[in-house]
């Protein structure tokens, strides 16, 4: 059984930090992990994605040189630290996981998915 839980979502004001984790288990072939976000009336969108056995990272140009995405050595949970956050990045963070490795073309479409959390909300004002 999959399951993929974040934490970490707060309120904060803007040009703060947060630090989101994901915690994944039930699942060993999770090649690419990723960070979506979704703001209400908005698609869901792409904010940064890795590979977890190497192979590089990927980021949203609206998060480029302000969020990190990076996972523990056991593999098993996933984090996205968020600096100098800005009121656009208010937004329900959700984690994804795949199997599949991953393109710059299909990172960042929620399409290319198969496991997801429920979500931590992340508010700055």
């Known amino acids: 059984h999959v399951q993929l839980v974040e934490s970490g979502g707060a309120s904060v004001q803007a040009g703060g930090s947060l630090r989101l984790s994901c915690d994944a288990s039930g699942y060993t072939d999770r090649d690419c992990m990723g960070w979506f976000r979704q703001a209400p009336g908005k698609q869901r969108e792409g904010v940064a994605s890795i590979h977890t056995g190497g192979g590089g990272t990927y980021y949203a140009d609206s998060v480029k040189g302000r969020f990190t995405i990076s996972q523990d050595n056991a593999k098993s949970t996933l984090y996205l630290q968020m600096n100098s956050l800005k009121p656009e990045d208010t937004a329900m963070y959700y984690c994804?996981?795949?199997?599949?490795?991953?393109?710059?073309?299909?990172?960042?479409?929620?399409?290319?998915?198969?496991?997801w959390g429920h979500g931590t909300q992340v508010t700055v004002s």
């Open positions: 994804a996981a795949d199997p599949r490795r991953k393109t710059d073309e299909s990172w960042h479409d929620a399409f290319w998915y198969m496991f």
